[in-house]
């Protein structure tokens, strides 16, 4: 199994900075080539299963924390793909409507998790089991995931996402700027 590194058509953006953009693509680019070299490893110890029981065992569960880095970030990226635009009519609209009431009062209780302490990602789901919008805060990369969800929005909340625009008591301001940068056309069709 081998992963390659996706580009994205990002264009510059309202209160992220360039630079910041450009070093975080690169560490997305670690994750992916680190799910491929733990791969690879772990290919190469299935060689002696009986020998290398453990050390597989050890190296499959870091393959989770790289493999959730790489695939947040892919959904991170692609959301500011090809320039900011509103959220239109259709399926998303209406279920935050139908949940929140109001799109405000959705926006702020999503906010409200991505300022949780620590490092990780606010994420807001979408439950094909009960057809509703699921959000919570997962930790790092990989804990606190929901199963069988789709992901609607990420939105990475290391330090490494901001801390060239914004100090850590401003990362409120990050929040704030991830919001207008979204092409919610691509957030919306992750729902269909």
Known sequence: MHFEIKTFDIPELSGISTKTIDEHLKLYAGYVKHVNTINEKINELSNDLEKNTYIIAETQRRLGFEFGGMRNHEYYFKQFENGACELPEGKLKNKIEQQYGQIDVWQNA???????????????????????????????????????????????????????????????????????????????????
């Open 110 to 192: 999503f906010k409200n998790i991505a300022l949780t302490r620590g490092v990780g990602w606010a994420m807001l789901y979408y439950d094909q089991q009960t057809d509703q919008l699921v959000q919570t805060w997962v930790d790092e990369q990989h804990l606190g995931q929901l199963p069988d969800m789709n992901i609607v929005l990420a939105l990475d909340m290391w330090e490494h996402s901001y801390l060239m625009d914004y100090t850590p008591g401003d990362k409120k301001q990050y929040v704030d700027a991830f919001f207008r940068n979204l092409n919610w056309e691509v957030v919306s069709s992750r729902i269909n």
